[in-house]
Each structure stands twice: as C-alpha cells, then as structure tokens.
C-alpha cells in the first residue's frame, strides 16, 4: 500500500471535521476555524463519512494540469534551440522563440527545460571552483606584493594607499608603506627598501594592475613591458601576475586584516598622517609577524645578497624610456623636444 502525503492544511481539515463527528466542536465552530461556509463543512463531513480521511485531498492532486505544454511541444521548443540559439540564455531565447517562431512560453519555464535538459548551466553550476595553492616552501621564494587602497586613519587624515610585500611560504610581512597612491614611483621606493632589509627574492607575484603588467595589446613603447617590470628583470627577479584575486590570497586575507587591526592600532597611537604612519610600521610589523607567521616548510632563506652600489640601484629603480636622436639632435618625448647641444658625441648619437 502506497504512502499517502498531505499538507498542514488537509491535516488541519481532517482534525476538526473529525471533532465536529464524536460531538465535540459544533458546525458553526468548525466553519470560522477553517474559513469555510457552515454549508461547505456540511459537504466535507458527508464526503469523509462516505469516503473516509482521504475526501479532504483536493480532486486534482496527482493529476497533470489542464493548461500545461505538451511534450511533443517542449521537444520541439528545445529542439530550435539547440539548432539556432545553443549559447542564448533563457530570456533572450524566450525573445527570439516570440519574435521569428511565433512561439510564447515563459523564460522561467525554458529556464527549468533548457537546466533540465543541459543546454544551459545555472549560476550555481557556472561557479568556478577555486582550489587553494600549496604555500612555497622556504622563505623569500615568492613575495606577494599589492596596494590596498583605504581610509587607513579614518576621518582623521586622506585616504591612501598601504603597500604590502608578504611572503607567500610563511605568511611574514616584510614590508608595510603608506603612500598617497599606487604608482611606479611608490613601488620603486619600497622596493629599494625591500631590497636593502631582505635581498633579492626569487620572484615577486602580483595582479595585473597597470604597474606590473602592460595590459594594451600592443604597447606604443615596443618592448612591452612596464617600468616597474622592468627593474626586476634587471635584477634577476622574475615577476608574476596572476588571474584572478583568490589565486593572490595570501595577500588579499592580509589586506582585510590590516584594514581592521592596522587602523585601530592608528587610532589608538593617534596616528593621522603618512609619515607618522610610516615611522609606526616597524613596530606593528613586529608584533603582527610575531603572532601570525609560521616557519617553512623548508628552513632556507633563498634571499640573495644585494651586490651593487647605490649608484646602480638607483639607475634600475627610475623612469626609462627608448627615444631616437634626431638628425636635428632633437629628441622628442611626453610631447616635448629636447635639443642637445652640438657636439661630436651629440653627434655620433644620430639615429
């Protein structure tokens, strides 16, 4: 015998027509709980006395409705779609269906054929699945840099940016700076920092903001590569950027954590400017690594020792670009000329 479901509602309707049958609830009673006519009651108590429980369930139920598609219909909708419109979504295949075929459903019924039938994937099933990547495994094999843009001393002072490196293997933050903006010169800045206090990482890994990676498919300049992707080419320190934000989350969970920790500990210091926020850095730097870095898989540091003079960081870490001398020893750039003095090594600088 097969199971019977019904509703809160029918079981509500069998409990007190079943009071109104051994005397305890009269007619009238059972019509104002139900909200039904006395007269309508009266047809219900006849119907179970001759059927049993069963006669409140409603006529339809189990049958298909009057007004539904037809399959052969459905068959034939789903057909035209995946003849002319296999990548449309349902709203826009409802329109086209309405406007070349004469056809008329609803897009929320060709939603649930075309989910059904797998010409079309819900936005659940569109989800990408990010998989955590491994952690590197020593110290300084990979340095996630990014600029997060905040009101890091709240009303108190501008908003402005805070530079992050952090190591990707053990979670230390090696350099913290505030800057008015994320900008070439911003970055070369702390990286000369950087570069002084730790090293040469192996590579650095970072979004595709305009800094680090030219985005224009072809870039007027010609060697396609920006400024700052330039200098740690210059120093031996490949650079990489990454596809999407979660693929950088060991920095992106650093920047929501400093954007609540960092700016109370300013409030509390009563920090309201750059250069105190950045003299206060060191500190907080500290007690952050102390409590949220973790050793390496590997203990080895592969930081490299920073060989070169002043003079040569310097010429590395600036704005360099490719111009031709002229014939005229003119040399043209950012919509300026500038004339060199003739001489014979002006000129032997020609073309």
């Known amino acids: 015998m097969g199971l019977v479901l019904m509703s809160e509602h029918e079981l509500q309707r069998i409990d007190v027509l079943a009071q109104v049958l051994d005397g305890s609830l009269r007619t009238v009673t059972a019509a104002h709980v139900l909200n039904l006519s006395q007269r309508q009651v009266q047809r219900l108590i006849r119907e179970v006395r001759a059927e049993g429980a069963l006669a409140v369930r409603h006529k339809l139920r189990g049958r298909p409705s009057s007004n539904r598609i037809s399959d052969l219909k459905r068959d034939y909708i789903l057909s035209l779609i995946r003849t002319n419109y296999p990548d449309f979504g349902p709203t826009l295949a409802t329109e086209m269906l309405a406007e070349r075929h004469g056809i008329h459903v609803s897009s929320e019924t060709l939603r649930k054929w075309m989910i059904a039938d797998g010409i079309w994937k819900s936005r659940a099933q569109r989800r990408r699945v ?96 920006t400024q700052f992707g330039r200098a740690p080419c210059e120093l031996n320190i490949e650079i990489l950027c990454a596809n999407s934000s979660q693929a950088k989350g060991r920095v992106e969970r650093a920047n929501r954590t400093l954007q609540d920790r960092l700016v109370k500990e300013l409030r509390l210091a009563g920090i309201s400017d750059i250069e105190a926020g950045n003299a206060f850095l060191p500190g907080f730097i500290a007690q952050h690594n102390l409590r949220f870095a973790h050793p390496p898989a590997r203990p080895d540091n592969l930081h490299r020792p920073l060989n070169l003079p002043a003079s040569r960081l310097a010429e590395i870490l600036c704005v360099r670009d490719q111009r031709q001398v002229g014939a005229s020893l003119v040399v043209h750039y950012e919509r300026r000329k500038f004339i060199l003095d003739d001489s014979e090594h002006a000129r032997s600088a020609i073309g």
């Not at 800045?189 to 192996?202: A, E, F, K, R």
């Open 130 to 225: 990010h998989q955590p990547r491994l952690r590197r495994e020593s110290l300084g094999e990979l340095i996630q840099i990014d600029g997060s843009e905040h009101r890091w001393f709240e009303d108190r002072g501008p908003a402005c940016t805070l530079l992050v490196f952090i190591d990707d293997a053990t979670g230390t933050l090696m350099q913290l700076r505030f800057v008015p903006s994320e900008s070439t010169e911003s970055y070369f800045s702390s990286l000369s920092d950087y570069l002084h206090d730790h090293g040469l990482p192996v590579a650095f890994y970072s979004d595709k903001h305009s800094v680090f990676r030219v985005n224009r498919p072809e870039p007027r300049s010609g060697h396609g590569m």
